[in-house]
């Protein structure tokens, strides 16, 4: 069942979206070489509570253990923060999200350290050009299957894989609302957009095969094929005639050292 969010709903979810901003921006500051994952769980917690929020991801579902989702290389999602120390070339995912006034605010941002190979920072530049041709079918009128086909359109034509077990999804008073927002499918299918929606899309690009697997842990999935995987993620409100994109890279852009990236949004 999708819960339609009002106005106000959706002018909270923004001052959580704020939050979650700044809080990856603080974490931004901290990737480089030779810091633990630990540590920047610990930098996202902080300053989540200092600013009168609670970490959505910590026991969610009861077992997970941080604040942070952190995926390095080829770890798709949901790496556990802990003693592993960020290296050069490495690309990292940061997933975080906040729980503020009673609503959920989500995002992902994947950054590359110095040294990337160049293979890596196309699958990066790629997947974020993939989130925003996502959003740009996020709109009355469409369905939800717009989305997905044109993420997997766009990045199939580079010889990626685009994860099917893990999807975007409604965010709100819960983390994880309807409608489901996979990554792939066909133009016209799906459920409608509806004005009062909010999703999050969240693109899972691998640069081999689509195929992941689950490790021993419960939660950590990885390539099948130990290729590098790349996620970023946004959350948007649908209104009658517009859409609005609620979460913020900005601030993570502003924060981080290595510019990898030409800014034109
Ligand atoms: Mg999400
Ligand atoms: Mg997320």
């Keep these: 069942m999708v819960h339609y969010k009002t ?7 923004k001052e959580s979206a704020q939050v979650l901003g700044k809080a990856h921006a ?3 500051k901290a990737i480089k070489p030779g810091v633990k994952t630990k540590k920047l769980d610990s930098i996202a917690e902080e300053f989540i509570r200092d600013n009168n929020g609670v970490p959505s991801f910590l026991n969610y579902n009861g077992s997970f253990p941080a604040s942070l989702c952190i995926s390095v290389n080829d770890t798709v999602v949901h790496g556990f923060p802990g003693e592993y120390e960020l290296k050069e070339k490495d690309i990292v995912s940061i997933d975080c999200g906040v729980l503020y006034k009673g609503f959920h605010s989500d995002s992902a941002y994947t950054y590359p350290l110095e040294g990337v190979s160049q ?14 041709l996502g959003i740009a079918q996020a709109k ?12 997997q359109t766009y990045v199939e034509q580079f010889g990626y894989g685009v994860v099917r077990e893990l ?3 409604g965010v709100g008073r819960s983390l994880h ?14 459920p409608k957009i509806m004005a009062g929606m909010v999703f999050a899309i969240e693109p899972m690009i691998n640069m081999g095969t689509k195929k992941v ?17 790349a996620h970023f993620e946004h959350m948007v409100a649908i209104f009658p ?9 900005e601030y993570i852009e502003e924060s981080y050292s290595f510019k990898w990236r030409n800014k034109s949004r």
């Design 213 to 229: 697997v689950q490790e021993k842990d419960g939660w950590t999935i990885r390539t099948q094929d130990r290729k590098p995987s």
């Design 7 to 13: 106005e106000s709903d959706i002018q909270i979810i």
């Design 119 to 132: 293979d890596a920072l196309r699958l990066l530049e790629r997947t974020y050009e993939s989130l925003y």
């Design 241 to 249: 005639d517009r859409t609005e994109i609620l979460t913020t890279h």
């Design 26 to 28: 603080e974490v931004a």
């Design 177 to 190: 609302e309807d409608p489901e927002v996979p990554n792939y499918g066909k133009r016209g299918k799906g």
């Design 140 to 151: 009355v009128g469409n369905r939800i299957g717009d989305i997905g086909h044109a993420v």
């Design 167 to 169: 999807v975007g999804h």
